[in-house]
C-alpha cells in the first residue's frame, strides 16, 4: 500500500474523531487539551491492538483480506455518510470520563485499520505514527472549530470521512478482483 493510500485512510478514519472533537469542542470551549490527547491517545491505542491482532492472524486468512477489508471500509464510509445529517446533540457527560466514552466509541474502528496495516506490511511505527499526527492535527482543529463553530464542520467531516472510506474499500475490492492494479 503507497503511503498516500495509507494517510487517505487514516484520514477518512480520523473524520470520525474529528467531529467528536467538533462536539466536544463545543460542550469543553476552551479545554482543549483533554480533548486532543483522548481522542488521538484512543485512536492510537486502537490502531496498534488491531495491528498486534492482525499481526498474529494466520497466513491462509491473509489472503482474504482485500475482500474483507474492502467491504468493512465500504461498508463504514457508507455508514459515516448515512449518519452524517443524523441531528446529534453535544449533550451528554461533559466531564473526563464523558469525553472518554466518546473518543473510544469514535476510535473502535480504528483496530480494523491497525488489523489491515499489519496484514500488508505496514510497519507499526509508521502506522501509529501516521494515526498520531493526523489525529493530533484533526482533534486540535475539531475541538477549535467546535468551540467556535459548531455542528455544520461535524456534518461535512463525517460526510468527507465515508466518501474517502468507500472510495479506498471500492479501491480494494477492484484490486481484489483482477479489474485495477494500483
Known amino acids: 500500500m503507497h503511503i498516500l493510500e495509507q494517510f487517505l ?3 477518512g478514519l480520523a473524520m470520525d474523531g474529528f467531529a467528536a472533537s467538533v462536539c466536544m469542542g463545543m460542550a469543553a470551549g476552551r479545554r482543549i487539551w483533554p ?3 483522548l481522542v ?3 485512536h492510537v491505542l486502537m490502531l496498534l491492538t488491531g495491528y498486534a491482532l492482525g ?3 494466520p497466513d491462509s486468512l491473509a489472503a482474504a483480506y482485500p475482500w474483507a477489508a474492502g467491504l468493512i471500509l465500504a461498508a ?3 455508514h459515516m455518510i448515512r449518519t452524517a445529517g443524523a441531528e446529534e446533540t453535544c449533550g451528554g457527560r461533559r466531564d473526563l470520563a464523558g469525553m472518554a466514552a ?3 466509541a469514535t476510535s473502535v474502528d480504528a483496530m480494523t485499520v ?3 496495516f499489519a496484514l500488508m506490511e505496514v510497519g507499526p511505527a509508521l502506522a501509529g505514527g501516521l494515526m498520531g499526527a493526523v489525529m493530533v492535527t484533526l482533534s486540535l482543529t475539531g475541538s477549535l472549530l467546535g468551540s467556535r ?3 455544520a464542520r461535524r456534518r461535512a467531516a463525517r460526510t468527507a470521512g465515508g466518501v474517502i472510506l468507500c472510495l479506498l474499500g471500492l479501491k480494494l475490492l477492484l484490486g481484489a478482483a483482477g479489474i485495477i492494479g494500483f
Do not use: N, Q, T, Y
Request: hydrophobic letters at 60%.
Open 35 to 37: 480533548i486532543v490527547g
Open 55 to 57: 499481526a498474529g492472524l
Open 114 to 116: 491497525g488489523a489491515a
Open 40 to 42: 488521538s491517545g484512543f
Open 102 to 104: 466518546l473518543s473510544l
Open 76 to 78: 463504514m464510509g457508507a
Open 149 to 151: 463553530v459548531g455542528r
Open 9 to 11: 485512510l487514516v484520514l
